[in-house]
């Protein structure tokens, strides 16, 4: 179902199905940094209904010497308004555990799969979420980070495909087109379960996990 497997393994048939398609939409190539690519996104019109409704694009922040990407589902009310990723209730609590994990949110790049706001937050679509692939894929290339990790279920299927389980894919690290990425809950699902609900320590127990294969890479 998904691609987990060990570094220099081939990927399943199914699972080189899932990377061919996601494939299909190219890089958006031509931008020489993460600067000028988040200049290119905030001109972005792909997807006319996220275009009219959003306030400010929000290509995501990566700090120059960052070596673990972040990616989460789309910006919501706050991040729209500021242009910054994870600045409400989500991103408090992924501070706090990116630094209960060793990590400092000046050293980790973060951005998400959906550059703009879905109206009320909705789930993105998978229309809009191909529209808006060859960004992140660029950025990922920019960025060549050392580790991902991917926050809730949208995120985990950009890089595994439709219909993976968050529970089956975070028993070990995974390798998504020869990099190391770790998928767990997103935050505001751990804010929906609770201090004592199993997505926080799922959490936790996840960037830890991030953090030791910064720390080994
Ligand atoms: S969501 Fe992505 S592809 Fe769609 S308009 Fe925004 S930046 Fe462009």
């Not at 609590?93 to 630094?99: R, S, Y």
């Not at 190391?180 to 320590?201: E, K, Q």
Request: proline share 10%.
């Amino acid at each position: 179902m998904t691609a987990r497997r060990g570094p220099g393994q081939a990927p399943p048939p199914e699972a080189q199905g899932a990377q061919e398609a996601q494939g299909a939409q190219p890089a958006q190539d031509g931008h020489p940094s993460w600067e000028a690519l988040a200049e290119a996104v905030a001109g972005c019109t792909r997807c006319p209904e996220l275009a009219a409704a959003r306030t400010r694009v929000v290509p995501g922040r990566r700090p120059p010497s960052a070596r673990l990407l972040v990616v989460g589902e789309a910006p919501g009310a706050q991040e729209d308004a500021s242009g910054e990723p994870f600045v409400g209730r989500s991103g408090q609590l992924l501070d706090e555990v990116l630094a209960g994990a060793g990590l400092d949110r000046a050293q980790v790049a973060v951005t998400n799969t959906l550059k703009c706001r879905p109206p009320a937050n909705r789930k993105p679509r998978r229309a809009e979420t191909e529209r808006c692939r060859g960004w992140l894929r660029t950025q990922i290339a920019l960025l060549d980070p050392a580790v991902i990790v991917t926050l809730g279920g949208s995120a985990a299927e950009w890089f595994f495909g439709p219909g993976v389980r968050l529970g089956a894919l975070r028993a070990e690290p995974l390798t998504w087109e020869g990099r190391r990425v770790v998928a767990t809950y997103h935050p505001s699902a751990a804010i929906r379960w609770g201090p004592a609900g199993a997505p926080l320590a799922a959490l936790r127990e996840d960037l830890r996990t991030a953090a030791a294969l910064v720390a080994a890479a």
